[in-house]
């Protein structure tokens, strides 16, 4: 008999419930009204003739109850019905000396002697009731120990979720905008699929495949859609499953999780945020952890135990792949690492498809310019934006997702929620309403800026207002003068309030921090400087992906430190001044830019166009080749066929210019001091 079945059953609860009516029927049964009171006081009432009627129970229980005559008290007791037990020979003294009294008149109702009617049975049960209570509890808490990868007696078992067939599937349908992972994972499925197809030309399937990527860009729903479409058990852990507080925990998890996948072969393992128990071996800021390193080292352990032709392949993810053991990612662990990085245009149209499914949304709502207002955001972000303007289409009543809902959803992701609550004076407002305009003029007017796409001065979140400057299409790199300019117009602000106020605020504290950092990187990281070259200054503390300096070291002198801060601060001045000369080139634009801002509050991008009709771009800053020895190139980059046919289509001309490929130009080299 499967004892465990029942005691996860109904049949423990019943048996309890039963045992408990049984101890209160005998508890309620016994007392029936009846207080306790001193044998003495029962017998003196008796002989003294103020009980009316008597009852002797015999046996067992061994107690006479007596009730009281009208108008008879008990010494100080309240009440006529009492009860009270008896030993030995008192009982047949009690049955005389109710007899007696019977006989002369003393007890009207009369008495009666009853032996003990408890069943030697129900004896025993409340007798036996307290073991029956423990043996019962203790088996129900050994059944809960056992009963699951958490529990108590089940430390050292795997706590990962399987995923069999029957879970509805996750298929590379599901998953837009990372072909290129998508297609490096199209192996793994068909080697689980057809593996003779891969071994005939002995061709080996990567034992292991790491994500990595920034946060919500879909690396855990790759690992699914893989399981999906192979149709093959697939094992879900998260790192952090694996390390308890007790020591060898985690090593005995790794062990029975690798055992499992064997025996259910061929299986997929996906472990997700591997930085958990995978970080370098030695490293950190608290020191060594024993008990992950020994985790670590039995997951090195079973990887190393793959079989090629066991069909078992280790999938995990991560958001911080610089800080993995080499042991771990070395050939022949994880053979293939697949970068998930953020979606470009095209990538967030497919993301956006695929997230609006389901979703009624108005027929003129273009996908496309949505994709174009969000470069930067992952496939959380997009999935966030649809479900944002579905939850304000329902709370305003409305059947389909129009634009506005869409514009607004935007907002809400990038800045938060409106601040509707917040109210500003008229004074506020016109100086948020400067302070926007000057990031906006000054962006406009620059040569290497990205368009003004909004301006706002409605509260969100914690700003004030805010500006959106966004390219037209995405971008990998970022030229020096494109940083210049950046510099400018994140100072626009700061210059407007200084402009027009003499007075500047604590709104420009954000723009100030960013206008800092991105100088300092100019000077440490890129080499954009000529005083300092191109050097690199400081360690590499920085988390990728997410943009986080863990520490400060410095390698460079004191002398250096302070060349870096007069060159931070040369550039900061240098954009500050250029921010102040086209606000005051362009003042009347500023101000009809506020007047509008202050009817509307939001102005989108035509209507920014149109104010800024006039502004002229700034001319272009000289060239720049990071020294004055070294004279810039009159000559012009090399023309692609691609551009040499659209050169020639727009001249009329339909001949292809010749490109010489037997001359090159051969740089001689510079004279340089000894």
């Given at each position: 008999m499967d004892v465990k079945r029942y005691f996860r059953g109904p049949v423990m609860w019943i048996v309890l419930a039963v045992l408990a009516v049984v101890v209160l029927m005998n508890v309620v049964g016994s007392g029936g009204g009846y207080k306790s009171v001193d044998t003495s006081e029962v017998i003196k009432a008796i002989n003294t003739g103020q009980v009316e009627t008597a009852k002797l129970t015999t046996g067992d229980s061994q107690m006479i109850k007596i009730e009281l005559s009208e108008g008879q008290k008990l010494g100080k007791h309240d009440g006529t019905k009492f009860q009270a037990n008896y030993i030995g020979d008192q009982g047949v003294q009690l049955a005389q000396s109710l007899q007696t009294k019977y006989d002369a008149g003393q007890i009207p109702d009369g008495y009666t002697v009853t032996p003990d009617k408890t069943s030697p049975f129900l004896s025993v049960l409340l007798s036996l009731l307290p073991f029956v209570l423990i043996v019962v509890v203790f088996l129900f808490l050994m059944n809960q120990m056992q009963g699951g990868g958490s529990r108590v007696m089940n430390f050292g078992k795997s706590k990962a979720k399987l995923i069999t067939k029957d879970t509805p599937k996750t298929t590379f349908a599901d998953v837009a905008g990372s072909d290129e992972a998508v297609e490096e994972l199209h192996e793994i499925k068909e080697f689980l699929q057809e593996p003779a197809k891969f071994q005939a030309v002995g061709a080996k399937i990567p034992k292991g495949v790491l994500l990595y990527g920034p946060p919500g860009t879909g690396k855990t729903l790759l690992a699914r859609a893989v399981a999906g479409e192979a149709g093959v058990p697939f094992y879900s852990i998260s790192g952090s499953d694996f390390v308890e507080m007790f020591v060898g925990v985690g090593a005995s998890r790794v062990r029975d999780l690798f055992e499992q996948a064997k025996a259910n072969a061929p299986a997929i393992v996906f472990v997700d945020e591997i930085d958990a128990v995978g970080r370098h071996r030695g490293a950190g800021l608290g020191g060594g952890h024993d008990e992950r390193e020994q985790t670590l080292?039995?997951?090195?352990?079973?990887?190393?135990?793959?079989?090629?032709?066991?069909?078992?392949?280790?999938?995990?993810?991560?958001?911080?792949?610089?800080?993995?053991?080499?042991?771990?990612?070395?050939?022949?662990?994880?053979?293939?690492?697949?970068?998930?990085?953020?979606?470009?245009?095209?990538?967030?149209?497919?993301?956006?498809?695929?997230?609006?499914?389901?979703?009624?949304?108005?027929?003129?709502?273009?996908?496309?310019?949505?994709?174009?207002?969000?470069?930067?955001?992952?496939?959380?972000?997009?999935?966030?934006?649809?479900?944002?303007?579905?939850?304000?289409?329902?709370?305003?009543?409305?059947?389909?997702?129009?634009?506005?809902?869409?514009?607004?959803?935007?907002?809400?992701?990038?800045?938060?929620?409106?601040?509707?609550?917040?109210?500003?004076?008229?004074?506020?407002?016109?100086?948020?309403?400067?302070?926007?305009?000057?990031?906006?003029?000054?962006?406009?007017?620059?040569?290497?800026?990205?368009?003004?796409?909004?301006?706002?001065?409605?509260?969100?979140?914690?700003?004030?207002?805010?500006?959106?400057?966004?390219?037209?299409?995405?971008?990998?790199?970022?030229?020096?003068?494109?940083?210049?300019?950046?510099?400018?117009?994140?100072?626009?602000?700061?210059?407007?309030?200084?402009?027009?106020?003499?007075?500047?605020?604590?709104?420009?504290?954000?723009?100030?921090?960013?206008?800092?950092?991105?100088?300092?990187?100019?000077?440490?990281?890129?080499?954009?400087?000529?005083?300092?070259?191109?050097?690199?200054?400081?360690?590499?503390?920085?988390?990728?992906?997410?943009?986080?300096?863990?520490?400060?070291?410095?390698?460079?002198?004191?002398?250096?430190?302070?060349?870096?801060?007069?060159?931070?601060?040369?550039?900061?001045?240098?954009?500050?001044?250029?921010?102040?000369?086209?606000?005051?080139?362009?003042?009347?634009?500023?101000?009809?830019?506020?007047?509008?801002?202050?009817?509307?509050?939001?102005?989108?991008?035509?209507?920014?166009?149109?104010?800024?009709?006039?502004?002229?771009?700034?001319?272009?800053?000289?060239?720049?080749?990071?020294?004055?020895?070294?004279?810039?190139?009159?000559?012009?980059?090399?023309?692609?066929?691609?551009?040499?046919?659209?050169?020639?289509?727009?001249?009329?001309?339909?001949?292809?210019?010749?490109?010489?490929t037997e001359k090159g130009i051969e740089v001689a080299p510079e004279d340089r001091p000894e």
């Open positions: 080292n039995q997951l090195l352990v079973e990887m190393d135990g793959f079989d090629v032709k066991g069909g078992v392949i280790l999938i995990a993810a991560t958001n911080r792949p610089d800080i993995l053991d080499p042991a771990l990612l070395r050939p022949g662990r994880f053979d293939r690492q697949i970068a998930v990085d953020r979606p470009d245009m095209q990538g967030r149209l497919e993301i956006l498809k695929v997230h609006q499914k389901g979703k009624p949304v108005a027929p003129d709502v273009d996908l496309g310019a949505v994709a174009r207002r969000t470069p930067g955001f992952t496939g959380a972000d997009l999935s966030n934006v649809l479900n944002e303007a579905a939850l304000l289409t329902a709370r305003s009543d409305k059947k389909l997702i129009d634009n506005h809902s869409l514009d607004e959803a935007i907002d809400r992701v990038v800045a938060g929620p409106q601040k509707r609550t917040r109210i500003m004076s008229d004074r506020e407002k016109k100086i948020t309403a400067y302070h926007e305009g000057g990031h906006a003029l000054v962006a406009a007017a620059s040569p290497n800026s990205d368009p003004v796409h909004k301006i706002t001065i409605l509260s969100r979140g914690r700003a004030l207002g805010y500006t959106m400057v966004l390219p037209d299409e995405d971008k990998y790199s970022t030229t020096r003068n494109e940083m210049l300019d950046q510099l400018a117009y994140m100072l626009g602000g700061r210059a407007a309030e200084e402009l027009v106020f003499h007075d500047p605020t604590t709104g420009a504290a954000n723009d100030i921090e960013k206008a800092t950092a991105t100088a300092r990187a100019m000077v440490t990281q890129y080499g954009m400087t000529e005083r300092l070259g191109a050097i690199k200054f400081g360690g590499d503390n920085t988390e990728p992906f997410l943009g986080r300096e863990m520490s400060h070291p410095r390698d460079y002198s004191e002398e250096v430190a302070a060349l870096v801060d007069e060159e931070v601060k040369k550039l900061i001045e240098t954009a500050h001044n250029e921010a102040w000369e086209i606000l005051v080139e362009n003042r009347d634009v500023l101000d009809n830019l506020v007047l509008a801002l202050l009817e509307k509050e939001t102005l989108g991008k035509e209507e920014i166009a149109e104010i800024f009709s006039t502004i002229v771009k700034r001319p272009a800053r000289p060239a720049w080749t990071g020294s004055s020895r070294r004279t810039p190139s009159t000559r012009p980059p090399v023309l692609s066929p691609k551009e040499l046919q659209l050169t020639n289509a727009a001249n009329g001309t339909s001949a292809v210019a010749p490109v010489s």
